[in-house]
Every structure is written in structure tokens, then in C-alpha cells.
T-cell receptor, first 114, second 114 residues
Framework: AQKITQTQPGMFVQEKEAVTLDCTYD???????LFWYKQPSSGEMIFLIY??????QNATEGRYSLNFQKARKSANLVISASQLGDSAMYFC???????????FGTGTSLTVIP | DSGVTQTPKHLITATGQRVTLRCSPR?????VYWYQQSLDQGLQFLIQ???????AKGNILERFSAQQFPDLHSELNLSSLELGDSALYFC?????????????FGPGTRLTVL
């Protein structure tokens, strides 16, 4: 079975600073994908970034980057130059190649302080 | 706007009743996923359909069922509702069945069981 762990229930960051949200996972699948989603207070789930287990380079999407350390089974999200609009819940998820099931972590609540 | 639509946005009903939630995937997406997000259980994968066929099953109760129609829209049927079924139900869609591609979430249906 797959497992996703987000150990930081809440994080605070100063506006314009960078912040790292932690995510570790456990899977027996040789091929899998790791995802980060943002859920603002309005409730919608917004896809942020994706990393494939065989990708050699860390994924980046604008101010978001994924610090993927396969041996340590971690996929931390780095948000650079935080903005007030980044305040939200952030979920890490894993999607294995087999079984097509997705597992989400419990989320990290990020608050950006002006 | 992810391109995934869900109706209704809000639903209030009583215990023992049956409801149907509807989802239209993004144009061209063949896979539809259903998730339940509750305060105590977090975000739980329920079921996936690909091009009309059930592809993966997660933590879906026997009282719940789903289907995907030829026009690719999907419905999630919840019956014999209990107070604990109150949650935000998300539908997501993706282009492929293989699992390793990003899912785009709809705005969700908030179900309240009284």
C-alpha cells in the first residue's frame, strides 16, 4: 500500500521569503508520480506540480519547485518569494503506476505573513 | 477554472436518503476520479472510471456507487445516507488511465446530512 506523510500541520512564512513544505512517502511500486495540490479557503483543489519517479531533474513550475530525493523517499515543495495569496492548505499525493489509486497526505496549512 | 464541472454545489439532505452527484470532466479527458474530503478522514480516493469502465476502487462504501456514461460524464450515487457522510465530494479528471498524470479537480459538492 502507498502512504504519504506530511508532518507539518501548520507553517508560517514572511511575505517574499521562501518556504519548504515536507512530504515523505512509502511505496513498493517501481514507477510512481508525486503531486502537490493547493486548496485555498474557497475549497477548490489546484494542481501545482508533478514529479515522476524516473525523472532525473527536479520539477519546477514558476515559483514552485519540488525537491525530490528518491533514496530518502521525500518530495518537498519549495515555494519561493511567498505571496499573501499562497496562504492555503497544501496536499502532497502519490499516484502509483499500478492500481491507479491516489493517496493524499493530511495537508499543511501555510500562512503568509505580510 | 480547471474545466471540470460538478453539480450541485451544495446539497442538504436527511439521513436515510439517496443523492446523486454529477461530474463533467475536462474536454478530452477519459478518466474520472471521485474523492471524499472530510475533517476526520482527510482526502480519500473513492473510485476511478476510464472511458466508461471502472478502473480502480478505493475506500468506497457499499452504499455508494458510481458510473461513467458514454458522453464521459460521471455520477456518484450515495444511498442510505448517514451523518458521517457529510463531506466535500470532489471529482477530478485526467487524460490517461495509467495513473501518472495530473488530475484536475472540480469545485466540489458539499454534502450535508442532517
Amino acid at each position: 500500500a502507498q502512504k504519504i506523510t506530511q508532518t507539518q500541520p501548520g507553517m508560517f512564512v514572511q511575505e517574499k521569503e521562501a518556504v519548504t513544505l515536507d512530504c515523505t512517502y512509502d511505496t513498493s511500486d517501481p514507477s510512481y508520480g508525486l503531486f502537490w495540490y493547493k486548496q485555498p479557503s474557497s475549497g477548490e483543489m489546484i494542481f501545482l506540480i508533478y514529479q515522476g519517479s524516473y525523472d532525473q531533474q527536479n520539477a519546477t513550475e514558476g515559483r514552485y519547485s519540488l525537491n525530490f530525493q528518491k533514496a530518502r523517499k521525500s518530495a518537498n515543495l519549495v515555494i519561493s518569494a511567498s505571496q499573501l495569496g499562497d496562504s492555503a492548505m497544501y496536499f502532497c499525493a502519490i499516484g502509483p503506476n499500478t492500481g491507479n489509486q491516489f493517496y493524499f497526505g493530511t495537508g499543511t496549512s501555510l500562512t503568509v505573513i505580510p | 477554472d480547471s474545466g471540470v464541472t460538478q453539480t450541485p454545489k451544495h446539497l442538504i439532505t436527511a439521513t436515510g436518503q439517496r443523492v446523486t452527484l454529477r461530474c463533467s470532466p475536462r474536454s478530452g479527458d477519459l478518466s474520472v476520479y471521485w474523492y471524499q474530503q472530510s475533517l476526520d478522514q482527510g482526502l480519500q480516493f473513492l473510485i476511478q472510471y476510464y472511458n466508461g469502465e471502472e478502473r480502480a476502487k478505493g475506500n468506497i462504501l457499499e452504499r455508494f456507487s458510481a458510473q461513467q456514461f458514454p458522453d464521459l460524464h460521471s455520477e456518484l450515487n450515495l444511498s442510505s445516507l448517514e451523518l458521517g457522510d457529510s463531506a466535500l465530494y470532489f471529482c477530478a479528471s485526467s487524460a490517461y488511465s495509467g495513473g501518472i498524470d495530473e488530475q484536475f479537480f472540480g469545485p466540489g459538492t458539499r454534502l450535508t446530512v442532517l
